[in-house]
């Protein structure tokens, strides 16, 4: 990223040699984010971040078909509840670990249906969701809609996933996972924060949210923050090369942790899924306890945990997460999340157990 701090501090909208140069250092990223979702670079339009991504695929679509509804998981990030709660929303219940209703699925999805978005994975609990299921579902739909019906009078049908928590650890190849819409943050990835990725599969129209000079397909006018562009590219690139790896290493740790957790404190109960999670995510009730209080005294010895979405950790009420899968406001107050990543070792999950235990 340095160099488009300094020498190569130009609007890649100009015409000049320097600048051309600095429009050859963009065309390149976005190839390369391309690679790894299997998408043309067409398709790659950069945002600031998952948040400006997923409302610009809801906004997007919907500004499009304001008497349409869209249908999304009750346990989606709130960049996706909240411009979704703008249109007519229906939500889709999650069982007891958190994986996707698949009949409530189909039950939700009407005529008048234009956009679906089901998160790839949770970010407090971890869960990763049937996502190529849901895409079938979705194709059954698009089938159904058409018979019998003139094409100009059928409303499309979409479908949109937040990988932002699945990028380390999971393929994020779009046709394999059926996806019409996905979006990326930086920030999740070890790359610069407020850069990000939404892919647009061609033929898909969207609305945009920021009117100007046309950048980004005319999704997204703004000069464009070079050197966050190809941090992120040189980011996902790096994750997605070790991806395999990493999962593995984490796996290890994780099986360690709750190892560990239910010799040391038996009381404690995983939340989530067991079998579709991510390697990285332990998130525990901790029956009678307070999780506030205990985050406190768990940062005062050095460990840092959570108690819902980072996004959200000023909201005093209980997760709506946690409330989508069944616990109770008490149960809720008594719940932590661990997640390790790149620099976690073995070392640090036996001295949080043993901290955690002793607290």
Known sequence: MQPYFSERFYNPSATYTAALEVRRGVAAAR??????????????????GGTEANNLAIHGMMRQFPDANVVVSAIEHESVLAPAGRYDCRQVAVAADGRLNLDDLRAKIDGQTVLVSIMYANNE???IQPIREVAKII??????????RPAAKTLPLYFHTDACQAANYLDLHVARLGVDLMSLNGGKIYGPKQSGVLYVKAGVRLMPLIDGGGQEQNLRSGTENIASVVGFAAALDIVQ??????????????????????QELPPASINGSQKFRLPNNIHLTLPGRDNERLLIQLDEAGVQAAAGSACSASDETPSHVLSAIGLTDKTARASLRFTMGRYTNLAAVNKTIAILSKL
Not at 140 to 147: I, L
């Open 31 to 48: 190839a390369q984010v391309a690679h790894w979702l299997g998408a043309r670079p067409v398709e790659i339009i950069f945002t600031a």
């Open 241 to 262: 090369t070790d991806r395999q790896g990493e999962t593995q290493r984490l796996k290890d740790l994780q099986n360690r942790f709750s190892h560990l957790l239910e």
């Open 139 to 148: 194709a059954e739909k698009r089938t159904e809609r058409m018979v019998g």
């Open 125 to 127: 609990i971890g869960t």
